[in-house]
């Protein structure tokens, strides 16, 4: 019932965000024909190589030699990801690992740590890069404040991790539940002490080609939009959004916050509201279309 309830409000939270974007906007201004076969098929192609580049990774951390099998199940649970709110689709890697490649609950978990803490440090690494640029292309403190914010927010990451990953204390938890959840945690983090330096470097150097390609697909498609910003904006933009996904308020696919924090960083590169927030619309829209397309064709393939 929980889950119900908060996939009932993510879908609430959507439409409301949505209506108020467009509460002053003409829809016959949405023009969906602006979506061309470029914008599908490049994405599509650019997808293949994100999610093989991601089996790689998996293969690599989790020790599994099928790769085909591997890449289906990935791109089902990206689908799961996200479509499911509040990042609850996680869940669907933890058990098509333990149904498809007899992993236990433990070790699938243990290890989905490992590779979701180099993601965020890789995420983090470039958002803070490319903030450096955009300060000076966006002349708002905002920015200022939300580099700052990362940087704090990144001190504290870490010492999250030692204190929970590194340390013997359950902080006075009683709840038996609670306890193994903070037990998989500290597990998790303590499995990138036993992984030898060269699989680390593999591990990091696999997860910033993955970002990358991510991060040049997304801007490939602004650029088939006719939206002109520079690669360092897009890069800034897409991984902010990102990361305050993470937020426990989260709307159905991020439809809405994607919508108003383009648009909001957008406006201060010169753009018109009117002009930009049908662009945006159709921008995430070309985004879902590959993961939901891999995604279907993932469940049909994943348990052979």
């Keep these: 019932m929980n889950k119900k309830v908060k996939f009932i409000f993510s879908i609430i939270f959507s439409v409301i965000i949505l209506a108020i974007l467009f509460i002053k906007f003409d829809l016959s201004k949405l023009d969906l024909s602006k979506i061309k076969p470029s914008l599908i098929i490049i994405p ?10 991601n089996t790689v990774r998996y293969s690599n951390v989790y020790k599994i030699p099928n790769k085909p099998k591997l890449f289906w199940i990935l791109c089902y649970s990206n689908l799961m990801l996200s479509l499911i709110p509040f990042r609850l689709g996680e869940f669907s890697y933890i058990s098509n690992f333990k149904r498809e490649f007899n992993k236990t609950y433990k070790e699938a978990a243990q290890k989905l740590i490992l590779i979701r803490f180099i993601d965020y440090v890789a995420i983090y690494i470039l958002l803070l890069i490319s903030s450096i640029y955009v300060s000076t292309q966006i002349k708002d403190g905002l920015i200022g404040i939300i580099s700052l914010f990362f940087v704090i927010s990144l001190i504290i990451f ?3 991790v030692y204190i929970v990953g590194f340390t013997k204390s359950n902080f006075g938890i009683k709840s038996k539940k609670l306890n193994k959840i903070i037990l998989v945690i500290k597990e998790g983090f303590r499995e ?9 470097f593999k591990l990091f150097f696999l997860t910033f080609m993955y970002w990358g390609i991510r991060l040049v697909m997304g801007y490939l498609i602004l650029i088939l939009l006719g939206i002109k910003i520079s690669f360092y904006s897009a890069v800034f933009i897409s991984l902010l959004l990102l990361l305050l996904g993470l937020f426990p308020i989260q709307t159905y696919m991020n439809f809405g916050t994607f919508e108003a924090g383009w648009v909001y960083f957008l406006i201060n590169l010169g753009y018109e509201y009117s002009q930009i927030l049908p662009m945006i619309l159709i921008y995430h829209i070309t985004l879902m279309i590959p993961p939901i397309i891999y995604g279907i064709l993932g469940f049909f393939f994943k348990g052979r």
């Design 158 to 160: 870490f010492g999250f």
């Design 44 to 53: 599509f192609i650019f997808y293949f190589f994100i999610k093989l580049i």
């Design 192 to 200: 990138m002490l036993k992984i030898s330096k060269l699989d680390f």
